[in-house]
Each structure stands twice: as C-alpha cells, then as structure tokens.
C-alpha cells in the first residue's frame, strides 16, 4: 500500500483515512483496538496522528486488510516481532515506491 501524504508534524483523521482509503470509523476501531497507536487530541478532541501512527497503520493495514490477518492474528505479529515487521513493512513500501518511479520513467519514454 503507498500512502501519499505530504511531510508534516500532525495528520487529522480524515487525512488518514482518505489516504488509506478506509472509514474514519475503522482508524478509530483500530486505536481501540492497538495500545500501539495513540494519536494526540487538540483542544477539541481532534485526533492528530503522528508519522510514528501512520507507520503503525501501515503495519496494521498491511496484517489486516493485505495478508488477511484477525485483529488477534495480528496483535500476536505485532508483538512477536514488531520491528521485524515494521522492517519488513518499510521494505515493502519502498519497493512499490521504486517500482512507481520506474513506471513513471518508462512512461516518459514511450
């Protein structure tokens, strides 16, 4: 999954939503669900993610909705080896971003 946001501090939930392309309803189920994401609240509730939250989604994302993984299925991953497969994660995604900028060239080519 390649999220396309753009660098800053603090995304609203919506942002991170739309970028993954899911509810806002899901992100809060998720943050119920994984102590792993604790968003920042504003003055009025707001949540306010973090690159370190987009990052655990990602994981999240990828366990659940890409390999098809149970909330427990992936709690369990997560805690077995999570920077295994945060690393892992990481690896994929820059994959997919290499493999877009070479889509992108041969399409300048042609």
Known sequence: ????????????????????EVNNSLIRFWEKEFDILK???????????????????KLIYHLVKEK??????????MK???????NRQEIISHLENIKQELINIKNQLS
């Open 68 to 77: 098809g993984f149970t909330l427990d299925g992936a709690k369990k991953k």
């Open 39 to 57: 968003p920042k609240k504003n003055a009025k509730g707001n949540r306010l993610f973090t690159q370190e939250d987009l990052k655990n989604l």
């Open 80 to 86: 077995q080896n999570p920077e295994g497969e945060i």
């Open 1 to 20: 999954m390649h999220i396309d946001l753009p660098e800053k501090r603090y995304y609203k939930i919506g942002e991170v939503a739309k970028a993954f």
